[in-house]
């Protein structure tokens, strides 16, 4: 028996031609898809360009699967902008911030405008080569698979070829939908940032009052001054003659206080001015332009090194005609003999009354080093030190040590030894701009010696309230009126 054939010659004709189209379109189709991926991937083998983008040290620049950009800032987290469409984005993280950088920008007339336009100069260049050495990736990656594919030139040229064509397309795609004039106005944060807009908010809340609240300061404490003095509000220090000496501590890069200081200065014809140190925040050079004001003041301006102060801003309030920095040698100074020594610590980023063990021990053994010259030296009428644990080796040896430290005015006698320990004159500085709590109060005394005796014979404790509040006390107490 015969079998009829079982296909006939037309359909023996459309599926050699559907094989054909197979064979020509749908396989190089397939591999060029395959090229495509295989070049995108190539282009997340690559390494990040590494490039300084104003203070910040090799900042990385990689492509990322998704549309837009994003910045890291870890352990922040991360701000994202939608600056584009299309499979590719950027992103940029920020690593190493160099304090030198921040300093040397810092130290420009226009700061702000330097660092934006470096920074962005730096962005470009760094995103420039980053698309190169992704090109360069993108096509070994699409060559080396069309290569391994099809061995054949013409065909791994033709499929190299479809393979940039979609790269590039993705590229030019991104390009074209770029709108940065709307783009960074839509961030998006995550992490600790998502707190950053409600921060800004604060800071540029806390600004204005800030602004305000040095407007009505000199008001106030000269206002007040003049009435105490005008009413004799005050009891009598003494029917002879007096030396008066201002005690300020704790400022913290509180510029505004220098005006304050002056207007006592006038106020109450102060002599010189004893600073016990933390004139800044951070230690950076910047801080400097916060205590410009001292070499107005028109008297000597008696200063210790705080462990928020560093060798470079020792060197700058040094080099202040009018300045006096005590580093462990007596001085004799309007009829006293001062001795004063540097806190041996540098620790900015140090919280209240957490210093480790060996900490004090170290501001222990400095104190101690001072009272023994103190000892030797056998005339010294006060000393300074920061912190009040460096006081308490004096115990004995001096009549009076003045401190500062931490923020809260405190007065102690140790074997006849006054520990006169200051509050925060900057009223905590820039603490009280950035964290939710209460203003703290600005302090600071005036103490009266008489010029015979070279002994305290009283003092006026000088408050005057923190940001957003108006008022202002003077407190007199004579040494030994209750006896």
Not at 2 to 29: D, F, H, Q, S, Y
Not at 347 to 373: C, H, N, S, Y
Request: net charge negative; charged share 20%; proline share 5%.
């Amino acid at each position: 028996m015969r079998l009829e054939p079982t296909t006939t010659r037309e359909e023996v004709i459309a599926l050699n031609k559907a094989r054909a189209l197979v064979r020509n379109w749908a396989v190089p189709a397939i591999v060029a898809l395959l090229g495509v991926i295989c070049a995108v991937g190539f282009l997340h083998l690559v390494k990040p360009v590494r490039q300084d983008v104003g203070p910040y040290q090799a900042v990385k620049f990689s492509l990322r699967f998704g549309e837009g950009t994003i910045l890291g800032f870890p352990p922040a987290g991360t701000i994202e902008f939608p600056t584009h469409t299309g499979p590719i984005g950027i992103k940029v993280q920020y690593d190493q911030l160099r304090l030198e950088g921040i300093e040397r920008f810092a130290g420009l007339p226009n700061p702000l405008v330097a660092l934006t336009t470096q920074a962005a100069e730096e962005t470009e260049e760094g995103v420039y080569k980053l698309l190169v050495q992704s090109a360069v990736a993108g096509f070994a990656g699409a060559f080396i698979f069309s290569l391994i594919a099809w061995r054949n030139w013409k065909k791994v040229l033709a499929g190299t070829s479809l393979a940039v064509v979609a790269v590039a397309g993705a590229t030019i795609v991104g390009w074209a939908t770029y709108h940065p004039e709307t783009a960074f106005n839509e961030p998006r944060y995550t992490g600790m940032l998502t707190a950053a807009p409600r921060l800004v908010g604060k800071l540029e809340l806390r600004q204005n009052r800030l602004k305000h609240y040095q407007k009505q300061l000199q008001q106030i404490v000269a206002g007040g001054a003049s009435l105490y003095l005008a009413t004799g509000g005050l009891p009598e220090v003494t029917d002879g003659e007096i030396t008066t000496i201002l005690l300020v501590s704790d400022i913290h890069s509180q510029y505004s206080v220098y005006e304050t200081v002056e207007t006592l200065i006038d106020q109450f014809q102060v002599d010189a001015v004893i600073d016990a140190g933390d004139l800044t925040q951070w230690g950076l050079s910047f801080e400097s332009r916060a205590f410009a004001g001292i070499g107005s003041l028109g008297v000597p301006y008696l200063f210790v090194k705080g462990n928020h102060d560093s060798e470079t801003i020792l060197d700058q309030v040094a080099s202040i005609p009018n300045v006096v920095v005590l580093d462990k040698r007596p001085v004799d100074i309007v009829g006293l003999r001062i001795l004063g020594g540097p806190d041996p610590l540098f620790t900015p980023d140090a919280q209240k009354r957490d210093e480790p063990e060996a900490e004090k021990a170290a501001v222990a053994a400095a104190g101690k080093e001072l009272a023994d010259i103190a000892r030797a030296d056998g005339r010294i009428d006060l000393a300074v030190v920061h912190n009040p644990i460096a006081a308490q080796p004096f115990a004995g040896i001096v009549p009076l040590v003045l401190a500062g430290h931490w923020h809260e005015r405190e007065l102690s006698t140790v074997d006849g030894t006054l520990i006169y320990d200051e509050g925060s004159s900057g009223g905590s500085g820039l603490y009280s701009l950035t964290n939710g709590a209460k203003p703290e109060p600005l302090q600071m005394s005036m103490l009266h010696f008489d010029t015979i005796t070279h002994r305290l014979v009283a003092y006026d404790q000088v408050d005057i309230t923190g940001l957003g509040q108006t008022g202002m006390t003077i407190t007199r107490e004579v040494v030994g009126s209750s006896e």
